[in-house]
């Protein structure tokens, strides 16, 4: 008599089965579905993540560029006060022209105030169109309509507040001449 | 033959519950993330709207301003200092109390002012006040932050009817250091305690004793001239001697601004006398180490305004 396990051994030999693979048709089709299923839920959480960075990204955008300029309007209000610009004796909102001009050109002063630009427009340059502006230097000064500070030449919204604009004058003697002046702070606009 | 019953689980059930942990474990992830970036993003936007609030408190042509700041909860705020470039930065940072514990530290905000705190203040509450430092022409406005009270003890009446102008609510003066209301940091005016204050000056020219002196705190000396004395007070000994490096490097800025000023001064018949000195004091003013050298240069500071004030008003030079 042969042993159970020595049966099976010939079966094995004899059956099919045993040899060929077999799946069920109804089980592929469910691990196809299930595939189907999982890239689409992935793709719906990357695009719900795509839209949701893209909403924090534009008010992160807003948010900054809303407290560049509350940076800016804060800084030029009291940008006349500042030992750059005050006025001899430290006047309210008076800015020192003579001292303004001493500050024109100096690179150091570029990346000092949280401005895209910086410039002084005079008294002469108020009823004028900004493309007739002339710009001061040293050899037009004091005929001249806008103090430039620095200019970063890039995209920006500027803010401006009027000022008193004080120099010396010499006639016989020399004396203190002050006249209206708008100050321009540029803000970076992101 | 017993046979044994199992509890079948066709294959779709098992994928669903592992996918269905996986993708649960992936959104606890990115929520904890996304709260994360969110925290650092308000935390980064408090510190700068903070460095914003600092502007309205510079005294402009007061004598001084004082603020106070209220948050609804406990605050932490960093400050650090670097006295690197030309005219060296400071940075703030902000945090506050989550779920019982500290939120991590935002971003760090540059800033061109000068605050004299601790590295890091506490509370609920922010003290803040400002004073002007002219040495011997306006540099720049100093703003003193503190978070905890404090003691002043002995202080001179000057020193007394300047702070109680300001109407600060965390400094408290008294002559008993065993009064109940004298709490938190004690400060005290020739003696010895937590912070030790000695005026120096003695000098017939002198307003006051304690127009230039030296603060002891932390087993460190921080020499003084005006109103350097509250920063010395409120700021930790880092940040005040890198601030004080910070605000002569914008002395020597403003320096080449005035000898500038004067050419063109001069040409308007300004004779004005000051660039000699004005040129060794800001060769001296870069070459400073340490506070301990602000006596020699406020020395020099003086002899300048006294030649600026001889000439006629409409030359002065500040």
């Given amino acids: 008599m042969k042993s159970k396990k020595s049966q099976l051994k010939i079966q094995a030999g004899k059956n099919q089965r045993f040899l060929v693979p077999r799946f069920s048709k109804n089980g592929q089709l469910k691990i196809q579905e299930m595939a189907f299923m999982l890239v689409a839920i992935i793709l719906f959480f990357v695009l719900v993540g795509l839209f949701a960075a893209t909403i924090v990204y534009k008010n992160l955008k807003e948010s900054a560029t809303n407290i560049e300029e509350e940076r800016t309007l804060s800084a030029i209000s009291n940008l006349a006060g500042t030992a750059e610009f005050v006025c001899t004796g430290n006047r309210p909102n008076c800015i020192d022209e003579d001292k303004l001009m001493s500050l024109i050109g100096k690179k150091s002063y570029e990346s000092y105030w949280p401005f895209t630009s910086l410039r002084i427009v005079k008294f002469s340059g108020l009823s004028e169109n900004e493309t007739e502006w002339i710009k001061c230097n040293i050899q037009n000064y004091p005929d001249c309509d806008v103090l430039e500070v620095y200019d970063k030449n890039q995209h920006k919204n500027e803010i401006g507040s009027f000022v008193a604009l004080c120099r010396v004058e010499f006639e016989q003697n020399p004396y203190e001449k002050c006249e209206i002046g708008m100050l321009l702070a540029g803000s970076d606009r992101k | ?318």
């Fill in chain 2, 1 to 318: 033959m017993k046979i044994k019953k199992g509890i079948a689980m066709p294959f779709n059930w098992i994928f669903a519950i592992a996918a269905g942990v996986i993708i649960l474990l992936l959104a606890i992830y990115a929520t904890a993330k996304i709260i994360g970036i969110s925290e650092y993003q308000i935390y980064t936007e408090t510190a700068a709207k903070l460095d914003i609030l600092l502007d309205p408190i510079r005294p402009g042509l007061a004598s001084g301003k004082s603020e106070q700041i209220n948050f609804k909860k406990e605050t932490r705020t960093y400050y650090t200092c670097s006295d690197v470039g030309t005219f060296g930065k400071q940075t703030i940072a902000f945090s506050e109390k989550t779920f019982g514990g500290w939120g991590e530290k935002g971003g760090e905000i540059n800033s061109i002012k000068y605050v004299f705190a601790g590295d890091m203040t506490e509370g609920k509450n922010l003290y803040l006040f400002s004073m002007p430092f002219n040495f011997p022409f306006k540099i720049d406005d100093l703003i003193m932050i503190s978070g905890d009270n404090y003691c002043f003890y002995q202080a001179p009446n000057e020193i007394k009817e300047e702070i109680q102008n300001l109407n600060l609510k965390n400094i408290y003066f008294t002559d008993d250091l065993n009064d109940k209301n004298c709490t938190g940091t004690k400060v005290c005016f020739n003696s010895q305690c937590e912070i030790s204050v000695y005026g120096l000056c003695e000098d017939y020219s002198c307003n006051s004793q304690y127009d230039y002196g030296k603060v002891f705190k932390i087993n460190k000396v921080l020499y003084y001239d005006n109103s350097l004395l509250y920063a010395a007070i409120f700021s930790s000994p880092e940040i005040y001697e890198c601030n004080v490096k910070r605000l002569m490097k914008k002395f020597s800025e403003l320096a080449d601004i005035y000898t500038r000023k004067i050419d063109i001064i001069n040409l308007k018949e300004c004779g004005s006398t000051v660039e000699p000195d004005l040129l060794i004091m800001k060769a001296d003013a870069e070459a400073l180490k340490s506070s301990e050298n602000l006596y020699l240069l406020s020395l020099k500071a003086e002899s300048i305004d006294k030649k600026n004030s001889m000439t006629i008003e409409s030359c002065k030079l500040y």
